[in-house]
């Protein structure tokens, strides 16, 4: 079954609203959550890394003001796209790491569609 | 600047015969290989993995070789079966458990029936 979900799988926004996505790991705890993005026919671009109760780390070329990411608790990670636009449209995924099992893994999500109107 | 590269962005392969997708890499400090497989609309889900001090690792119908001096990895899917139909991508880090995977662009294999 899945190991990392995300919510919503689907979203339709207006231009200049915020969307909230979120992250979980369904049975263990993530030391770690990443969030990429990927846009059609590309390979996933990583956005940031956050670690459980500390600030994200932005990639070079992501604004942190914009993507917006929580890390509160070792089970869930939220992104919030904050005054979005239509060149926001794409699929977000996340991924957890953490120790699953007895091993260091890292899961993925099943990712967002975000469509920005 | 893509570290990790996939130059083929698809493949076709009859039912039953071998998949052989292929990934180069250009950063020598990367020692942890990935394959990941992803259907539409869904996140990559984790096939196969292999460090710098092996140059092979086979579970099941998924073998991944590595030649570090040249920089290669393979994925070779034999039997192929209608469900590997996906696209597949390699990844790589730094080192084991490093913050950052670094994906290639993805190879879309096709197993015909």
Redesign the interface.
């Known amino acids: 079954g899945a190991v990392v979900s995300q919510h919503p799988s689907r979203v339709i926004c207006k231009s200049g609203t915020s969307v909230k996505i979120e992250c979980r790991s369904l049975d263990f705890q993530a030391t770690t959550m990443f969030w990429y993005r990927q846009f059609p026919k590309q390979s996933l671009m990583l956005m940031a890394t956050s670690n459980e109760g500390s600030k994200a780390t932005y990639e070079q070329g992501v604004e942190k003001d914009k993507f917006l990411i929580n890390h509160a608790s070792l089970t869930l990670s939220t992104l919030t796209v904050t005054s979005a636009h239509p060149e926001d449209s794409s699929f977000y995924i996340c991924s957890a790491r953490g120790v699953r099992g007895g091993n260091y893994e890292q899961y993925f999500g099943p990712g967002t569609r975000l469509t920005v109107t | 600047d893509?570290q990790?590269k996939q130059n083929s962005?698809s493949l076709s392969v009859q039912e039953g015969r071998i998949s052989i997708l292929n990934c180069d890499y250009t950063n020598s400090m990367f020692d942890y290989f990935l394959w990941?497989k992803k259907y539409p609309?869904?996140?990559?889900?984790?096939l196969i993995s292999i460090s710098s001090i092996k140059d092979k690792n086979e579970d099941g119908r998924f073998t991944v070789f590595l030649n570090k001096s040249a920089k290669h990895l393979s994925l070779h899917i034999v039997p192929s079966q209608p469900g590997d139909s996906a696209v597949y991508?390699c990844a790589a880090s730094a080192k084991?458990?490093a913050?950052?995977?670094f994906?290639?662009?993805?190879t879309r294999l096709t197993v015909i029936p």
């Open positions: 893509q990790v962005p990941y609309a869904e996140g990559p889900t984790f991508f084991t458990g913050n950052n995977l994906f290639g662009t993805g």
